[in-house]
């Protein structure tokens, strides 16, 4: 993983770019291209977890933001709060759907 933000692209490429050089080297003998295979893998597969993670988090924190805008909007009579809380909380159930552990 870089000192970036973690990606899920990026641990993705990471993860099957491991996996390629790992067989290359299992195929060739090279076993250290094996093992920087394998270490390449598992790295990828650390940022793509953590990219995940923080997904789901940053959900979490806009439903919740959501549905208290949503609430706020309906009780002091704020449409548009309202209208605009629940946009924010249904984009919050989408990022969490989309990154939902497996």
Do not use: C
């Amino acid at each position: 993983m870089s000192s970036q933000e973690p990606s899920k692209l990026s641990g993705q490429f990471h993860s099957v770019k491991g996996t390629a050089v790992e067989t290359i080297g299992d195929v060739t003998g090279l076993q250290s291209w094996s093992q920087s295979g394998k270490e390449e893998h598992v790295k990828g597969e650390g940022e793509y977890n953590a990219a995940q993670a923080k997904g789901y988090v940053e959900g979490v924190s806009d439903r919740a933001t959501g549905y208290k805008d949503s609430v706020v909007g309906a009780v002091t009579g704020d449409k548009t709060q309202q209208v605009a809380g629940n946009a924010k909380n249904e984009k919050g159930q989408t990022q969490q759907e989309v990154n939902k552990p497996a």
